[in-house]
């Protein structure tokens, strides 16, 4: 699964799924597009994911900066809800 409906970030944040889940591997996290010019500018974060069970899973995608690991996320959340049916 190639998940593009998460909003563009800016000023060092970045989208990040925090934390393991059962139903979903988190194969790579990349930037979508190249850098853009100027200072905080926002681009599109490119998550690949594995998903492991069949069922309808919430995923909540948390707002952090990288280096700050002890940090509270932003007060912003993403969700996305995806519906994985086995395969015909």
């Known amino acids: 699964m190639h998940s593009h409906g998460v ?6 944040y970045e989208w990040v799924l925090p934390g393991s889940l059962a139903a979903v591997s988190l194969i790579k996290a990349a930037w979508a597009e190249h850098l853009p010019p100027g200072i ?6 490119k998550f690949v994911l594995r998903l492991n069970r069949i ?7 948390e707002l952090r900066r990288p280096w700050e690991d002890d940090a509270a ?3 912003r959340k993403h969700v996305v809800v995806v ?3 086995p395969a015909s």
């Not at 905080?40 to 974060?45: F, H, I, L």
């Open 7 to 12: 909003p563009r970030t800016a000023s060092g």
């Open 40 to 45: 905080g500018a926002a681009r599109q974060r």
């Open 55 to 61: 069922g309808i899973h919430e995923l909540t995608f």
């Open 73 to 75: 996320p932003a007060a």
């Open 83 to 85: 519906h994985v049916h």
